[in-house]
Structure formats: C-alpha cells, structure tokens
C-alpha cells in the first residue's frame, strides 16, 4: 500500500472513536428523555421502597454524569448492561446477532441480484418503456412498508401457493437438531453446512427466502435507481466515447468501462443501507418470527426493559460505525481518487 493510501485509512480508523462516542452518547441521553428506566419497567408492580431499591442497585439514583459515565466506562470493557432478568446483554447479543447477521447477509445478496442487473437494463435502454417501468418499480420497493411486503409474500407464497414456510428459521426437528452442531455458530446456513445434511440445509434455505426479499426489495429498489444514474453519467465520459471511437462494441464499452465506474457509488452508500436493514430488519423479524436481535429488541420493548434495549441500540451503533470504516476501506481500494 502507498504511504497516501495508509495515511488516509489511518485517519478514518482514528475517526471510528469520535464517531462511536457520539452515536452512543446520544443512544444513551434519549432513553433517559423517556424516564427512569426501572420505574418505567416495574412502576405500579412492586412497593415504593422494593422500586427505590431496584434504582439504587442499577445506579439510577445517582447523578446523571455519574450514570454515563458509568454507561461509557462499562462500553470500553465490553459491558452492554444487563436485562430485566439479569441477563447479560451481551449474551443476548452473541445468542441472537447472528440471526439479524444472517438476514442482513441474503437480504444484500437479494438487493445485489436484483437491483445491480436491472439498473443496467433500465440504463441501457433508456426512456424506453421497460425503462419507466424499473423506475416506478423502484419507487415501489423502496416507498412500501417493510412488515407490509412481508405480509403480502407470506399471504401469496406460503398461505395461497403453499411453497414457502410462514415464519422461523427453520423447522422445528431441523432447530433442535442443529442446537447440537459443533462447532456452533447460531448461523443456521452455516449450522446446516458442518451438520453435513442436505436436507436440513434446504430447509434453513426455504425459511430464508421470503424474509431476504422483504427485507432485500428495500434496498434492491435504491441499488436499481442508483446503477441506472450513474451508468448514464458514465456512458456520457470522454474516456467511453474514446472507447467507443475504437471501434469497441456497445456491450464491451459498458462491460468494461463503464459498469464498474457506476458501481463505486453504491459501496459508498452501502454501508448507510446496512444501518437502514438492520432498522428494516426488526419489523421482518418481528413479521417471520425470526429470532433475530430486532425479534428480541421488540420483546424488550414490550417487557419495558429499557437497559436492554439501550445496549441493544448501542451496539447496533457501534456496528454502523465500523462499517462506516470497511466502507471507506472498499471504496480507497477502488477509488484511489478518495486518499487525496
């Protein structure tokens, strides 16, 4: 790597703290808007002096400085707080974040396939009436509801067509099994693959469809509309019209010179988009019952146990912030314009 190119990934490695730092400060002082955490869990359940014991354990009777920095202390250690049940959340982060890990995963390859390849299409033929077509179609998945895709895919695929599973992961005799796969890794795909049956592996694969295309369709719509754009820009540059005076036909020019240029702004967005499905993905875990962490945030939620859920929500904001970095990463490595 050229020493330009190190200086520059320095300083957006240097910028993950700051950036870190301030996504989880916010995290912390807007649930604090809402109210006293243990009141808001179990007011109105337990005596006045139980409820004043409960805040005085989990420090909430001390000062408000006090609490965060407690809060940031207990992040740098890798303390995410802990549940209503005393559990810690961290455990429930290992335990579930590899369903919400998994979904996200198909969800992008579902938004790739789909959105890379039409966008293409529709910048090609452009002003045509499959054109317009991709557009409104773009529009479409992008505006519609994430939990109201998932419904309408479910009532067609599972409930009238009968060839898709309703909800979960997988099925039951095919869970229980993979609970005793070792090495475990809570990715059922990957459970599936070192459990070493085909058939199990279908299933997990079955159970996946309709929540990766939810969940995928809402950013396949952005990737379309994106591609379409900039592949249009790109057809317009001197260097293609170069190419093109070469005698190179219409197909090799965009293949080679201009379809790859279009790509660097959607790794550019990406990493804005995964904030964006890991949000969506807590309405289709909520739609499929996928036990994934927007499952159990919105179990969290419901039960009011607020310190979980801010440790949820404070992970997922380290998670955004680091991705924010690969990004970058990518986008120098394919980009050198970006390290000047």
């Known amino acids: 790597m050229s020493a330009r190119l190190l200086r520059y990934l320095g300083v957006r490695l240097l910028l993950i703290v700051p950036t870190a730092w301030i996504l989880v400060t916010v995290v912390f002082f807007l649930m604090r808007v809402v109210g006293d955490p243990i009141t808001a869990a179990l007011g109105g359940r337990l005596p006045p002096d139980q409820l004043a014991q409960r805040k005085h354990d989990a420090g909430l009777d001390r000062p408000i400085l006090s609490q965060y920095w407690d809060y940031i202390s207990g992040l740098a250690r890798g303390d995410f707080g802990r549940s209503q049940d005393n559990r810690a959340v961290s455990d429930i982060i290992t335990t579930y974040g590899a369903a919400t890990l998994e979904l996200v995963f198909w969800s992008l390859l579902v938004a790739f396939a789909i959105g890379v390849p039409l966008g293409r299409y529709a910048a090609t033929h452009r002003d045509t ?51 005793h ?50 592949l249009i820009q790109t057809l317009r540059s001197d260097y293609v019209d170069a ?98």
Not at 191 to 197: E, F, K, N, P
Not at 205 to 220: D, E, I, N, Q, R
């Open 243 to 340: 190419a093109r005076a070469r005698g190179l036909s219409a197909r090799v020019v965009t293949r080679r010179h201009a379809f790859r240029n279009a790509l660097i702004p959607i790794v550019t967005v990406m990493g804005m988009y995964i904030a964006t499905m890991l949000g969506g993905a807590v309405l289709t875990e909520r739609t499929f019952e996928w036990k994934g962490l927007g499952y159990q945030l919105t179990e969290l939620l419901t039960a009011r146990d607020f310190i979980a859920v801010q440790g949820i929500v404070a992970f997922i904001a380290l998670v955004v912030a680091v991705m924010s970095f690969v990004i970058d990463v990518i986008i120098a490595l394919i980009d050198p314009r970006v390290r000047f």
């Open 129 to 179: 009436a499959a054109d317009a077509g991709l557009r409104l179609f773009a529009i479409l998945a992008y505006a519609a509801p994430v939990f109201f895709v998932g419904l309408l895919l479910k009532l067609l695929f599972s409930v009238k067509l009968g060839w898709l599973p309703v909800s979960g992961r997988a099925g039951t005799n095919v869970e229980l099994a993979l609970q």
């Open 181 to 230: 796969v070792s090495p475990k890794t809570n990715i059922l795909f990957v459970d599936a693959i070192l459990y070493g049956d085909m058939g199990y592996l279908g299933d997990v694969l079955k159970h996946t469809v309709l929540p990766a295309f939810s969940l995928g369709l809402l950013t396949a719509g952005v990737f379309l509309r994106l591609v379409r754009i900039n």
